[in-house]
């Protein structure tokens, strides 16, 4: 069979155009596979610290065997957990039990999806970037109910009915200060909200205009990530383990995952909304703007956008770990009387002062 030259060009063009497809949908794919990666190693470094951090808080030595400095005992306790058996419980309802571990981690790893970490470097710059990684992390309780409700155990089910209390009276007190926010930047993106607090450096932060919702917001992020002294839904001394007392094995590892992931969020979003984002704080004063701009000098802008970031979220990490070890555990009412009848009246002040000031201002 004769094959005319048309014909072979048109295959070979076509097949050309099945190859750039590839190569289009891996480079489409490449920056979510590296964020998934820079968050696994995030969770291992937070892991190792939380460690160390309260090992030197009650003067005792950490980690020390696996690998230098004990580097390496988060992923030999990962490598631990992925290999032991996965035990279902008997009378237990086996689908939602299957699926309340994967729900709570999936709605926290897509709230990274509006986080800036640089300049322009965030995976989606949305318009209702803050509002969306409300709604999102709204989802993460209802996992941990289904969790709790399948395991067919009474402190599974205590604990999951905590979470699910826990989580909806902190996070009214949270939507105000967020909401705070926006209106002082004029927007609900998190780009935006970053580039208006760089206009006068380290006191246009967000921190300083807003102190009373950021005392709110730290507390209320604090309870949403169910770190002492709110950790009720999960209390060992009186509810085993809570909603996780019957998981065992990658589910069990799952839920370990969701707590640091969480803690990681609330970090850069306590950085994004209140402390500046990537900027160095220097008001008016750019320090690669002495340099001619070319790509070597804006990858490095953003490698330093990214450790200012990083920098500044590990300030909240090693509040939240040391506030673990230095309040005792509040009981259930107090926690509920905390969020309900403190921070709520709190935060719709401070949301109803920013908009009589706002409104005073135009």
Known sequence: MIIDRVQVEGINSFSNLELLKEVYGLIWILPILTLLLGITIEVLVIVWLEREISASIQQRIGPEYAGPLGLLQAIADGTKLLFKEDILPSRGDIPLFSI?????????????????????????????????????????????LMAGYSSNNKYSFSGGLRAAAQSISYEIPLTFCVLAISLLSNSSSTVDIVEAQSKYGFFGW?????????????????????????????????????????YSGIKYGLFYLVS????????????????????????????????????????????????????????????????????????????????????????????????????VSL
Request: net charge negative.
């Open 100 to 144: 309340g571990p994967s729900i709570a981690v999936i709605s926290i790893l897509l709230s990274f999806l509006v986080i800036p970490l640089g300049y322009r470097f965030v995976l989606a710059d949305l318009s209702i970037g803050v509002f969306l990684w409300i709604a999102i992390s709204s989802i993460a309780p209802i996992g941990l």
């Open 260 to 359: 640091y992931l969480n803690l990681l969020v609330s970090s850069l979003f306590v950085t994004v909304l209140y402390l500046g984002g990537w900027n160095l704080s220097i008001p008016y004063i750019s320090f690669f703007g002495f340099f001619q701009m070319n790509k070597m000098v804006g990858i490095l802008e953003m490698t330093m956008g990214i450790l200012i970031t990083l920098t500044k979220a590990y300030l909240f990490l090693f509040i939240s770990i040391t506030i673990r070890w230095t309040l005792p555990r509040m009981r259930m009412d107090q926690l509920l009387n905390l969020g309900w009848k403190f921070l709520l009246p709190i935060s719709l002040g401070n949301l109803l002062l920013t908009t009589s000031s706002q409104l």
């Open 206 to 246: 967000n921190l300083w205009r807003q102190p009373i919702g950021f005392l709110v917001f730290l507390i209320s992020s604090l309870a949403e990530c169910e770190r002492l002294p709110f950790d009720l839904p999960e209390a060992e001394e009186e509810l085993v383990a809570g909603y996780q007392t019957e």
